[in-house]
């Protein structure tokens, strides 16, 4: 955690108002913002044989991370649980369900940050084994986790979350309760539906998948696999540089776009030239507002 104890503060005052964290109990903990690490938990269905054949097989690959590590993947994801998809058995009480059990224990005790006095079960440990003798102290010095969110593809959160499917009439959205009828517009009535963890807990239809049971974890803790998101092609990064700013020059920025666009230039300019950064977008917006004397002809 590269980012230390300031870090964590500076996650927290962002990440308490998100949704998922409305009524959340961590925010009932004294100091919480300084003590409390924040982990994802990412799971997907890769395939492992015949790769590209019809008759592909998957394995089911479950990891976790801090939302705060700073490095490669192969140094700051921690492996869970692997296992060929052909072999779990799923539903309730099935392979996956077990494994969340274990895990939602498991978790669980990171967030209260002492070493648990029962098992996965809920059994209390027998007195004088190892385990009973380690019940209590601290877990690492008086940190604690806290999953902040719940990675993973549609296919993921539909087939081993129980979650919605993308692709039903009804129902399609793990967020709301959105469905395909009615139409898309910003007044649409489905868009007063979004989830919050408290309705979202008392819904007859939520899952019943043990992932759940992890302290804090609803429907509104789900993030989409940015992977499976990203507009893929070989103009992908033009649409999330061109989203990034427009939401930078529209939104965030006080001024008028077409002043917030030379602040952001000039930014980047100031940024390129000690890093030394390769230009790239010689024939961008930006370069093009400056050719204009200071109007960019894309915003008008």
Known sequence: MP????G???????MSKHPACENHQLLLEPGYARKTIPVNIHGDC???????????????ALHWTSALSNGSSKTNCFSLFTVFEKLVAHGENGTVDRLFDLLSW??????????PATDFQGKEYLPGSAAHKRA??????GFRCCVAGTLGDLEYTRVFLRLPRWSSA??????CLASKRPHWRQDAAWTTTTWRPDTW????????????????VTACSIAADFMHSKYLGADQYIYIYASIMFIIIYILLPSTPEQNTLTMWEFIRAYY???QAFNDHSQSWACETERQGGRNQMLG
């Open 3 to 6: 980012s230390g104890p300031e």
């Open 8 to 14: 964590l503060e500076t996650f927290w005052a962002q």
């Open 46 to 60: 890769v395939p492992c044989t015949g790769i590209g054949k019809v008759w592909s097989k998957g394995l089911l």
């Open 106 to 115: 498991s978790f669980n005790a990171m967030f209260h940050g002492v070493w």
């Open 136 to 141: 209590g102290p601290p877990l690492a010095g």
């Open 170 to 175: 009804e129902n399609c959205c793990s967020l």
């Open 201 to 216: 807990r008392v819904w007859r239809n939520k899952s019943t998948s043990s992932i759940f049971k992890i302290i804090g």
């Open 273 to 275: 030239k000690p890093v």
